[in-house]
């Protein structure tokens, strides 16, 4: 391990101990839903931005979540596609760290059994913690073996309904689309089942995830919705709806339980929308407008997703600007929980606890000098080509592995990826690179090259790190 390593875990126990107004064991509701835009539902992320919600989306049980708990407008997946960003939130290391930076990847290199992930953790808080995982599991090998009580498996898109051709893109009209209702049934089971014990629950929805499925009502009332200005698949809303119906059974049945007081649930999307739904403006002017892009590449309409979160002490209907980022879960998870000698090694992310409190001037602290995004293999979608990118501060630089081309964009000003500065902020740019170039070194990352496409070889066999 080396200095920088080191001086983190030394460092741990104080960053963890930070958080005032601890609630002792609490429970934690974790939603975690797929490909969901940062502007797919009528949360409006940014306070002064009105095209961060959707004008035809309809959540209004997201919206009171929001109202009674915060909002984090930049808030960030760990990697712009599922079975990565997964990883991260489970382990708090980067895609680039993990060496799974894509779908489809051999990760026998991955020991599941052996790192510190959100279960293990919080039963070693305390012991008495239960812990579930239902819906999409998404990454290898099963949430049992990961530290989970209990699941219905280690699922992936298809047993949510998915088939990868273009018919994936028509509404089916189903009574429990994209499974919501009984993955929402499994979990207030076990909400009622262990409302004595402290407990950790995700619900990994299949929706918002191709192919659509949507109930008959839900359906009818956006057929005869005006369209918004970006989103306008009928069936895309009413699934997107009929998700939000399922988030508020679980905060209904929270409620009736008497466990709000000490409960936290958690909204987050895993990656942002797919940016060229049919019918929809492609890519630039994408469902994700005014973010750049989408799904499948690290522009922010890929990465920058919702997130939302209530729970005792936590700040109500406020917006937070600090940046975050999925790897940022499990830290933060420990230190509402109350611990602080629970040893994470070698992770990419730090404790957002005290903005949960209000706290706009707090920094997350984390070993690592931003937030990295790694897509070193050309996907045939989207950019198509191989690339990385950083961000610190209201900076973001991206650079192309091919022709080692630099983006670099002050988000601040320019949250649509617009003016590209490379060329007339030369400092930050050569900055940023040289942060991202050393972060891939340090951590071995996967390097691309011509014609890799990391998919089922073992990683050990294609050979190919920095």
Not at 8 to 22: E, R
Not at 72 to 85: G, L
Request: charged share 25%; proline share 5%; aromatic share 10%.
């Amino acid at each position: 391990m080396n200095r920088k390593h080191l001086s983190y875990l030394i460092l741990l126990p104080f960053l963890l101990s930070s958080c005032v107004d601890k609630v002792e064991s609490p429970n934690f509701i974790f939603i975690l839903v797929d490909d969901q835009g940062w502007n797919g539902t009528s949360v409006q992320m940014m306070n002064s931005d009105t095209l961060s919600k959707s004008d035809y989306h309809e959540t209004p049980n997201l919206e009171k979540l929001a109202s009674s708990g915060i909002k984090f407008s930049n808030a960030y997946s760990a990697a712009p596609v599922c079975a990565p960003s997964r990883y991260s939130i489970q382990f708090a290391k980067s895609p680039a760290r993990l060496s799974l930076i894509r779908v489809g990847m051999n990760s026998d290199h991955i020991d599941h059994e052996g790192m510190m992930s959100i279960p293990k953790a919080l039963k070693e808080i305390n012991s008495d913690y239960v812990t579930a995982h239902y819906g999409k599991w998404g990454i290898g090998s099963s949430p049992e073996l990961v530290g989970y009580d209990f699941s219905d498996g280690p699922n992936q898109n298809r047993d949510g309904g998915f088939v990868n051709n273009k018919t994936q893109w028509n509404c089916e009209v189903k009574e429990d689309p994209k499974n919501i209702f009984s993955l929402t049934e499994n979990a207030i089971n076990f909400i009622t089942e262990n409302s004595k014990n402290p407990f950790y629950l995700q619900i990994s929805h299949y929706a918002v995830h191709s192919n659509i499925q949507a109930r008959e009502q839900s359906l009818n009332k956006y057929e005869l919705k005006k369209k918004g200005s970006q989103q306008i698949n009928p069936g895309f809303a009413a699934m997107t709806e009929d998700l939000d119906k399922g988030l508020g059974l679980i905060i209904e049945k929270v409620k009736e339980l008497g466990l709000d007081d000490n409960t936290y649930i958690i909204y987050m999307a895993d990656n942002g929308s797919v940016p060229n739904i049919p019918g929809a403006k492609k890519y630039d002017f994408s469902y994700n407008f005014p973010l750049q892009r989408g799904k499948w590449d690290a522009m922010e309409g890929g990465v920058r997703v919702p997130l939302i979160i209530s729970g005792p002490n936590v700040e109500k209907g406020i917006e937070s600007a600090v940046p975050v980022s999925g790897s940022d879960i499990l830290p933060t998870l420990i230190d509402l929980a109350g611990s602080s000698n629970v040893e994470l090694h070698e992770i990419d992310g730090g404790s957002f606890c005290e903005v949960l409190k209000g706290d706009e001037t707090h920094e997350v602290e984390r070993d690592v000098e931003g937030l990295f995004f790694h897509v070193p293999y050309r996907n045939g979608i989207a950019l198509n080509r191989p690339h990385s990118a950083v961000r610190k501060g209201d900076f973001k630089l991206i650079k192309f592995h091919d022709n080692n081309e630099l983006q670099l964009y002050n988000l601040e000003e320019d949250i649509s990826e617009s003016i590209n500065l490379s060329k007339s902020n030369t400092v930050k740019a050569d900055e940023l690179e040289n942060i991202l170039d050393e972060y891939l070194k340090d951590v071995h990352a996967p390097r691309w090259q011509e014609g890799i496409t990391w998919k089922s070889t073992p990683i050990d066999l294609i050979n190919s790190f920095y």
